[in-house]
Every structure is written in C-alpha cells, then in structure tokens.
C-alpha cells in the first residue's frame, strides 16, 4: 500500500507542477491580451479557472497525502495515546464519509448531469470541467482510508507530525 502512495504521490506532484505551469500561462496571455492588445481573451479566462480548480483539488488531495492539511489537534494532544489513536480515527471516518458521499457520488452525478452540455467557450464538455470533484474525492478518499489504516493499526502517530505544529 505505501509503494502505491508513492507512485500516487510522485504522479499528483507532477500533475501539480504542469497544471500550475498552464495556469501561469493562461494568465499571463490573459494579461497579454488584455492590457497590450486591448482585445482580452474570453477562452483563456475560462480555462484559467478550471484550471484553478483542477490544481486546487488535486492540491488538497497531495497535501492530506502528506497530512499536511488542516488539523486542530490542541484537545486531542491531552488525551492518553489510545484515546488520540480513535478520536483521530472517527475524524478520519467523517472525513472518508464526506469525500466518498459528497465529492465521489454527488461530483459524478453533477459531472453525469452536465456530460453533454456544452461550454460555450472551451472545446469540451462541462461535465468534463466538472470531473475535478469526483476526481479529487476519490483521491482524498484513497488519502483518508491510507491515513485511517495506519493510525488504527498504530503505524502511524494520531496528532499532527510534529513538523507541522505551529504554536499557539
């Protein structure tokens, strides 16, 4: 399970950097277009934002990979190990519920709904744009449910790594 993570990890990095190397150019000829040329460009305004989007997701999902996402674990630092290990764990459950109910199922019926609407100003689908959400659910999902097994099997410590604990 971990040499997949990593597999997983090493391909949404990579995704990361080439979508952010797009959303830079696509701003940038925003830009362009708008202030030299006088003439902006309407499809890359549009494609900057799902593009923003898409980089978002996938970038949530990386950083609950690395369980660098948001954690309040002040009231959970002062209950004994075992009680850190399965309040942590329902937290993780709530976490997989949502992924799974609302981003999986409720993003692919969104996506489903809106699969052959068209966008008026890119080349493909809305239902496709609208793909982020399932997507990213099912990568979070992975995420949580890899977290979850660790932290009940005790491979894992409960609180935030200490690396990433600011103080209060």
Request: proline share 4%.
């Amino acid at each position: 399970m971990t040499k997949l993570k990593q597999a997983v990890d090493s391909v949404l990095r990579a995704l990361c950097i080439v979508l952010f190397a797009i959303l830079v150019l696509l701003v940038c000829w925003q830009i362009f277009t708008r202030l030299v040329l006088n003439d902006p460009s309407v499809w890359s305004e549009e494609a900057s934002r799902y593009t923003f989007i898409w980089l978002s997701l996938i970038g949530i999902s990386v950083a609950t990979g690395e369980r660098a996402d948001v954690a309040i674990d002040l009231l959970v630092k002062k209950l004994p190990v075992a009680a850190q290990r399965w309040v942590t764990a329902v937290a993780y459950l709530s976490a997989i519920s949502f992924a799974t109910v609302f981003m999986v199922y409720g993003g692919y019926l969104n996506a489903k709904l809106s699969w052959n609407q068209a966008n008026p100003v890119l080349p493909v689908t809305q239902g496709v744009l609208y793909l982020a959400v399932p997507v990213a659910g099912v990568l979070l999902t992975f995420y949580l449910c890899y977290h979850f097994v660790r932290i009940v099997l005790a491979k894992e410590d409960a609180t935030a790594p200490e690396e990433m604990q600011v103080e209060l």
